[in-house]
């Protein structure tokens, strides 16, 4: 396995991320003010995820085995931009989305609950960014 695709992914996730985030903060600059850098990071960890599922499924032929991930690139395989984009599109766009729109629904709470509110954050981090790791060395270890 050459290194150059998870590196690639890596690279792709953040970018991609600072571009959603400043996407976020021209459509509503007080999510940015409220979350600031753990908003950034719960967007990283499942552009991350996503990223590297993508990639793995779509350039490196790996299955994936979990449900709602699998039921996202099935549906995106039927659709007719399989041939160009592949199957692994639609799972970034479905990963960025939900990220985006917990970090903007609970981004009001950190002015009350702000503990709370970044206890859920971190959870919210673990669950994109565990897999993305995952992925990631997986496909650097794997022969």
Excluded: C
Excluded at 23 to 34: D, E, F, N, P
Excluded at 37 to 59: C, K, N, Q, R
Excluded at 90 to 100: E, G, N, P, Q
């Amino acid at each position: 396995m050459e290194p150059i695709w998870p590196a690639f992914g890596l690279i792709v996730s953040l970018v991609l991320t600072a571009v959603v985030y400043f996407v976020i903060g021209a459509w509503r600059t007080y999510i940015i003010a409220r979350a600031r850098y753990v908003g950034a990071l719960v967007v990283f960890a499942h552009m991350f995820d996503g990223v590297t599922t993508a990639i793995g499924v779509d350039v490196l032929g790996a299955g994936e085995r979990s449900q709602v991930p699998r039921r996202v690139m099935d549906f995106a395989a039927d659709l007719p931009t399989a041939d160009l984009l592949g199957e692994g599109w639609l799972f970034v766009v479905f990963k960025v989305f939900l990220a985006s729109a917990i970090v903007a629904y609970f981004s009001a709470d950190l002015t009350e609950h702000e503990s709370q509110t970044n206890l859920l954050f971190a959870f919210v981090t673990a669950l994109g960014l565990g897999p993305a790791v995952h992925n990631f060395f997986l496909f650097i270890l794997s022969p």
